[in-house]
Structures are given as C-alpha cells and as structure tokens.
C-alpha cells in the first residue's frame, strides 16, 4: 500500500502542492498536517502514520525535509522503516528504498551526515586544544549560545589555518560574513584585511 505524508511548518502555508504530488504518485491515503519543523515538536500525524504500516507498504513524501525533525530523527525513522520491510520515496529528493540503488543513496547520505558530524566535533577539539595551548581556556563565554560558541571554536580553527577565505568558511559554516566577522572577535582573533587563502601547492 502507498501512503502519503505531507506536512507544512506554519499555518499559514498551504499543503497543496504536496497533496497534488502525492495523489499524482498514486497515494491511498495520505496523512497530513500543520506542524512546526522544530526538532521538539510533536507530529501526531506522522505518529499515527508510522502504528499503521505494514511489511511491504511504502511511505512517500514530498520531500525528505518534511518526514524529520532533525538528521538524527529523519535517520532514525528510516533506519525504522528498514527494519519493518516498508519503503520510503521522496519525490523531490530522488530517493526510492524500495530499490537497491535507493538504498545505496540513501546510506551514502547517512554516511556524509555522520562524517559531517564527525569533522565538526573533529575541528571543535582542535579548536579548544589550540586555544588552551595559547593559555586561554575553552567552552562557552559569555554572549554567545552553546551552538553559537561551538560554531565560533570551528571558525577560528578554519580562520587560523589559512586554508580558506572568509568567504568560504562563512559557506562552510552556512553563516554570514558579519557573523562570521563576530564570532572571531568573540573569539579575540586578530583580522587581517584583504586576506587570502594559502596555496594549495606552495612554491618550493
């Protein structure tokens, strides 16, 4: 059986587009509500959802953004799903766990979600061993979130080694350059104007 899930994150938008989308993909039923994407919100609807599948059902979804409340969640859902014999198919993000190559995908992007995970907390404690080492003591000061302050560590630690423009790490990061800019003077780092990124291959 093909059941739907379709949600939106505020009253105010309109589920449509992805009822049309589902019902197009050939849907029986489709579970639907208006819930914000916050990683403690309750979705009783996708609750109620998951108590009613079946080995051999599929779960389809618009996009993979609208089945998790965060990576871990949305991993963990469909790590629940495999185990059970249900499929998944986002339609938007080509992404079908009925079928091998589905599969593969899938676990390919687990894998660069864990990685990403694993080089931020990597760059994090380089960050705080860098700066314990020039005698300041690490974690979180005042002004900044703990999110916020783990953020400033990685952008130090990046800033220092010269490797990237501030350009790139504020990508990296997914921050802007202001904020970028902020959280290295919270973190009394001394900015250098017009700088650029070391050579990948310097000179010899």
Same mark, same amino acid.
């Given at each position: 059986?093909?059941?739907?899930?379709?949600?939106?994150?505020?009253?105010?938008?309109?589920?449509?587009?992805? +009822?049309?989308? =589902? %019902?197009? $993909?050939?849907?029986? #039923?489709?579970? &639907?509500?208006?819930?914000?994407?916050?990683?403690? *919100? !309750?979705?009783?609807?996708?609750?109620?959802?998951?108590?009613?599948?079946?080995?051999?059902d599929?779960?389809?979804?618009?996009?993979?953004?609208?089945?998790?409340?965060?990576?871990?969640?949305?991993?963990?859902?469909?790590?629940?799903?495999?185990?059970?014999g249900?499929? +998944?198919?986002? =339609? %938007?993000? $080509?992404?079908?766990? #009925?079928?091998? &190559?589905?599969?593969?995908?899938?676990?390919?992007? *687990? !894998?660069?979600?864990?990685?990403?995970?694993?080089?931020?907390?990597?760059?994090?404690?380089?960050?705080?061993?860098?700066?314990?080492?020039?005698?300041?003591?690490?974690?979180?000061?005042?002004?900044?979130?703990?999110?916020?302050?783990?953020?400033?560590?990685?952008?130090?630690?990046?800033?220092?080694?010269?490797?990237?423009?501030?350009?790139?790490?504020?990508?990296?990061?997914?921050?802007?350059?202001?904020?970028?800019?902020?959280?290295?003077?919270h973190?009394?780092?001394?900015?250098?104007?017009?700088?650029?990124?070391?050579?990948?291959?310097?000179p010899?």
């Amino acid at each position: 059986m093909n059941i739907g899930y379709a949600r939106v994150s505020t009253r105010d938008q309109n589920l449509e587009l992805q +009822l049309d989308a =589902l %019902t197009k $993909a050939g849907c029986e #039923t489709i579970y &639907q509500e208006k819930v914000s994407g916050g990683a403690s *919100a !309750s979705r009783p609807e996708l609750e109620r959802l998951l108590t009613q599948l079946r080995p051999g059902d599929t779960v389809y979804i618009y996009k993979l953004d609208r089945l998790g409340r965060s990576l871990k969640h949305l991993l963990q859902v469909v790590g629940d799903l495999q185990q059970r014999g249900v499929g +998944l198919v986002s =339609l %938007t993000d $080509a992404i079908n766990t #009925t079928s091998a &190559q589905g599969r593969l995908v899938f676990n390919l992007f *687990a !894998s660069l979600a864990e990685f990403e995970r694993e080089l931020i907390r990597e760059r994090t404690h380089a960050g705080l061993a860098a700066a314990r080492a020039r005698g300041r003591v690490g974690g979180r000061q005042r002004g900044l979130s703990e999110e916020a302050e783990r953020t400033a560590i990685i952008a130090e630690t990046l800033y220092r080694e010269q490797q990237l423009g501030v350009n790139e790490i504020a990508q990296r990061l997914r921050i802007s350059k202001v904020t970028l800019y902020k959280y290295l003077r919270h973190r009394k780092v001394v900015i250098h104007a017009h700088r650029k990124p070391a050579p990948a291959n310097p000179p010899v």
